[in-house]
């Protein structure tokens, strides 16, 4: 074989080491296990160009590939690019005994805090087998006493508006004359979340805003600014301000067609972010306005918001600052009181009101907190919409619901719970390539989404990524269409908070009153 | 004219290309038997070219001045007017190897598994449709449509 047998990328450059810098050694077994079928394998070296972990390796004196299982992800890179089928990457057989109180990720834990003595790092969203309630709707449909409609044949409308509503309109000679709070048209009730140009590489961001030019959506920029050559996205952005206020100037608060101001995030509720150094490439650092190289850290709280009166002042600074034409959000983790909070933020002046569930994605979390802190996005949304109906300030909000939102089937639960929009992160990822290894805080990601490595960024061809994204997308607005139809609704606005549409199946009581759904059969 | 179009932006170097190559220019055209110890050493007529992250698949370029052709002693090359791709005529190919000396890309590997003859991208003219375009996990190999070359 002519390819050289150590690429540079996989050729371990021995740095100046110290006897500090060696680790404790590991008590931890492999998470996963790589399986290699030696008749399959034909040497060809693609496993070791994929992984950024070095998991695989030539063995010169064998002329055999070999693998340290220790080192997997389980990102699967290796297995879908091995032309022959010859790798079979799977959960590690070998276990720590059964338990029923320690598992072994608890074990693995403590091992590795054992070892370290840091907090346990996570990416992506909460991975334990929480009750997903979407699952324990069921949605109504038509039979008889009111027709269903076919939306290949009918008009169907998925159009949205984002934005508060006046309480009422008046018009004259056929013309409306109340002043219209700004209103922004989305084509489909399904936006892109916020993930930030630094947590995701250039090429992810890229793909994002183009397919949400190509849908007629909106792409959010996170809290990392908008990069210079995202501008011509203007129409169809979100950006955010956010507590560590990177890359907001009054140009990119008048490039957007919302404002987001972002207090929490479902992943990681009540804590800040951090982005690594290393991160901070030349044109990271030009998109947040940050020196390259430093840490990206963003507090904890916004330090000029202390309550909803310092939130109001920022939400008017932000309208003025943009002369009233964009609506602005405010984005908010589902935490115990969202309720009660939602209706401040309304009072506070805010248009749109985001609410993240603890299923929402991150690209770096304390696991702590991923896996234990905030609410079902369910819950949040259900007992927002219920208490701003209640007082009677909905229409002065639009409710968009995110954290765990996985199929067109959960979109129209969502809208029928209160929703008029959702936004879509994990599903977006997935679709570019992630497969939730839950590694996007290492800066290693092998799909090349959750990375400033060049070399890694390149594997998201940003044309495919934007058509794979645009064709999800358009799947789900076709179920969603399917499913109106079959309710015999032609406009998803008659859905909105029609929760009669719902039954819950396997829920108690208080779960059905919280949801405010009937349960089935009923 | 149909022609190969290499994308350095999104090439990713996991040299698939060179692979599916190889399997195109053996004998039994099967991944699986095509490396197997026993089989005839394999052939690649594309050259990934990698510094650093760049990286990028090489191959002929069906050149409009093609110097090979110009070279070749025995008319085995030649440059299909209608097409414009550059091919060799295996059967009448004797080894010389002037095309390897005359190609300034480097494009052209010798073959000396059957006799000695000159192997060159032929854009899988017997497959179809070629293979390392197929194969590219990111689309950095596509095949694009070019006025004349």
């Known amino acids: 074989m002519n390819a050289p047998r150590n690429n540079s990328r996989n050729a371990i450059q021995a740095p100046q080491r110290k006897a500090s810098d060696f680790r404790i050694r590991s008590n931890r077994l492999a998470e996963f296990s790589v399986e290699r079928d030696y008749d399959k394998c034909i040497k060809c070296e693609v496993c070791i160009r994929q992984c950024s972990f070095d998991v695989h390796y030539y063995e010169e004196e064998e002329d055999l590939i070999k693998h340290r299982s220790e080192d997997c992800v389980g990102c699967q890179r290796c297995a879908v690019l091995c032309p022959t089928d010859a790798l079979t990457i799977r959960p590690n057989p070998a276990q720590y005994r059964a338990h029923g109180s320690w598992s072994s990720e608890h074990v693995k834990d403590i091992n590795l805090q054992a070892e370290t003595g840091g907090v346990v790092l996570t990416g992506a969203g909460n991975d334990k087998p929480m009750p997903v309630y979407w699952d324990k709707l069921l949605i109504n449909a038509s039979q008889v006493t009111n027709p269903s409609i076919d939306p290949l044949r009918e008009p169907m409308e998925l159009r949205t508006f984002l934005g508060a509503k006046p309480d009422g309109v008046e018009i004259e000679n056929g013309k409306l004359v109340t002043s219209m709070p700004p209103q922004v048209q989305i084509e489909t009730p399904i936006l892109f979340s916020a993930i930030s140009y630094g947590a995701i590489s250039y090429n992810v961001q890229k793909a994002l805003a183009e397919a949400a030019v190509e849908l007629g959506t909106l792409f959010n920029t996170g809290e990392g600014g908008l990069h210079p050559d995202f501008y011509k996205y203007r129409d169809h952005a979100i950006v955010q301000v956010a507590s560590g206020r990177f890359g907001v100037h009054p140009d990119y608060l008048n490039a957007a067609r919302i404002v987001e101001i972002k207090i929490g995030q479902g992943a990681k509720p009540g804590i800040g972010g951090h982005l690594a150094g290393e991160k901070v490439s030349e044109s990271v650092s030009i998109t947040r306005m940050i020196p390259a190289g430093t840490d990206a850290i963003s507090p904890a709280p916004q330090h000029d918001i202390y309550s909803i009166e310092d939130l109001r002042m920022l939400v008017y600074a932000i309208k003025e600052a943009t002369n009233y034409r964009v609506p602005v959000s405010v984005k908010i983790a589902a935490v115990h009181n969202a309720a009660a909070i939602a209706s401040g933020i309304v009072r506070a002046g805010a248009d749109v009101i985001a609410i993240d569930g603890f299923r929402g994605g991150t690209g770096a979390a304390p696991k702590v907190i991923r896996d234990n802190v905030g609410l079902p996005i369910e819950f949040a949304l259900a007992s927002v919409d219920k208490r701003l109906r209640d007082e009677g300030i909905r229409n002065r909000v639009t409710l968009i619901a995110g954290g765990g939102i996985r199929s067109a089937g959960d979109v129209v639960k969502a809208i029928a719970l209160g929703a008029d929009a959702v936004y879509i992160g994990t599903a977006a990822l997935i679709a570019v390539g992630c497969t939730l290894c839950q590694k996007c805080y290492s800066g290693k990601c092998n799909w090349g989404i959750a990375t400033q490595d060049p070399y890694l960024a390149k594997r998201v061809n940003p044309d495919i990524a934007r058509k794979r994204l645009v064709n999800l997308v358009k799947g789900w607005s076709h179920e969603i269409k399917e499913m109106l139809g079959g309710m015999g609704i032609n406009s998803i606005e008659s859905l909105r908070g029609s929760r009669s549409q719902l039954r819950g199946i396997g829920l108690t009581t208080e779960e059905l009153n919280v949801l405010g759904v009937a349960p089935a059969g009923n | ?149």
């Not at chain 2, 190897?97 to 006799?115: F, H, K, Q, S, Y």
């Open chain 2, 1 to 149: 004219m149909l022609r190969i179009k290499s994308d350095p932006n999104v090439c990713i170097g996991c040299g698939l290309c060179r692979i599916w190559c190889k399997v195109e220019h053996s004998p039994s055209k099967n991944i699986s038997k095509a490396f197997k110890p026993a089989a005839p050493p394999t052939l690649s007529c594309v050259e990934l070219e990698e510094r650093g992250c760049e990286s990028f698949a090489s191959m002929c370029r069906h050149c409009e001045e093609p110097l090979c052709v110009y070279g070749c002693i025995t008319g085995a090359m030649r440059k299909d007017p209608q097409t414009g791709l550059v091919t060799v005529d295996r059967s009448k190919c004797v080894g010389c190897w002037t095309c390897i000396l005359m190609c300034p890309n480097g494009a052209i590997v010798r073959d000396e598994r059957n006799g000695y003859t000159a192997l060159k991208c032929d854009m899988c003219l017997e497959r179809g449709f070629p293979s390392c375009v197929e194969h590219c996990p990111n689309d950095a190999l596509v095949i694009e449509e070019v006025e004349d070359v």
